[in-house]
């Protein structure tokens, strides 16, 4: 059938998946992009957020439902799967890891407190196939509004992570494996790969994590 040889050995799928920086739902990771680039550049202290909608696509839009489970996740899943959650997290810490899905962890309240100011707002023209662009609005107690609109969100083929993003996940990661490595073996890993094609022996990395 021509849909299977159609650009066969001219166009390479493997280049347009993507990669999450974030071991969450990847449809929230627009919010979680914003959150993180707001707080960085105004410097925003959660304590003087009045309000934050989250206006998104269908995507999106249903991370932030049903209120009641998504402001307060029950579970590690709920919370993987929850904006509010999320952009509670980002906001917060200034980052997002495994360490913020664990049945402790997501029962802190500073994050929860975040969690319960955020409202999904639907934009249904911006829903598409796959990850549907994201708008975060955070209101401060003053009136001012900061908000970020992103489409092309870290991990996305317009926007992948690169080598040294991959690389900070792995140390965020390595440390939660069944035997978690020194931070020795990891930078050891983290080099080995990125000079994999320089290496006489590939299996090099995987020995590593033995």
Same mark, same amino acid.
């Not at 959150?35 to 550049?41: G, I, T, V, Y």
């Not at 304590?47 to 934050?52: A, L, P, R, V």
């Not at 107690?141 to 040294?164: A, H, I, K, R």
């Given at each position: 059938?021509?849909?299977?040889?159609?650009?066969? !050995?001219?166009?390479?799928?493997?280049?347009?998946?993507?990669?999450?920086?974030?071991?969450?739902?990847?449809? !929230?990771?627009?919010?979680? =992009?914003?959150?993180?680039?707001?707080?960085?550049?105004?410097?925003?202290?959660?304590?003087?957020?009045?309000?934050?909608?989250?206006?998104?696509? %269908?995507?999106?839009?249903?991370?932030?439902? &049903?209120? $009641?489970?998504?402001?307060?996740?029950?579970?590690?899943?709920?919370? %993987?799967? #929850?904006? &509010?959650?999320?952009? !509670?997290?980002?906001?917060?810490?200034?980052?997002?890891?495994?360490?913020?899905? @664990?049945? $402790?962890?997501?029962?802190? $309240?500073?994050?929860?407190?975040?969690?319960?100011?955020?409202?999904?707002?639907?934009?249904? #023209?911006?829903?598409?196939?796959?990850?549907? /662009?994201?708008?975060?609005?955070? @209101?401060?107690?003053?009136?001012?509004?900061? #908000?970020?609109?992103?489409? =092309?969100?870290?991990?996305?083929?317009?926007? &992948?992570?690169?080598?040294? =993003?991959?690389?900070?996940?792995?140390?965020?990661?390595? /440390?939660?494996?069944?035997? /978690?490595?020194?931070?020795?073996?990891? $930078?050891?890993?983290?080099?080995?790969?990125?000079?994999?094609?320089?290496? #006489?022996?590939? @299996?090099? /990395?995987? %020995?590593? @994590?033995?």
């Amino acid at each position: 059938p021509r849909i299977l040889t159609d650009g066969l !050995g001219e166009k390479y799928l493997g280049v347009e998946i993507g990669s999450k920086p974030y071991p969450c739902c990847g449809f !929230g990771h627009p919010f979680y =992009d914003a959150a993180l680039s707001l707080r960085e550049k105004h410097n925003i202290n959660v304590d003087d957020i009045k309000e934050i909608t989250a206006i998104g696509g %269908q995507s999106g839009y249903g991370l932030c439902r &049903p209120v $009641e489970i998504k402001q307060a996740p029950r579970t590690i899943v709920d919370a %993987q799967f #929850s904006v &509010p959650y999320c952009v !509670g997290v980002a906001l917060v810490r200034g980052k997002i890891t495994l360490e913020d899905f @664990t049945a $402790e962890t997501i029962k802190r $309240e500073n994050i929860l407190e975040v969690a319960r100011k955020v409202t999904g707002v639907l934009e249904d #023209s911006w829903t598409k196939h796959g990850v549907s /662009p994201g708008k975060l609005v955070i @209101t401060m107690n003053d009136g001012t509004e900061y #908000s970020e609109y992103v489409e =092309d969100f870290l991990g996305s083929v317009g926007n &992948p992570m690169s080598y040294d =993003d991959c690389a900070k996940k792995f140390r965020e990661c390595a /440390p939660f494996a069944l035997n /978690p490595l020194p931070n020795d073996k990891i $930078e050891e890993i983290i080099d080995l790969i990125r000079n994999l094609e320089k290496q #006489s022996d590939g @299996t090099l /990395p995987i %020995q590593l @994590t033995g």
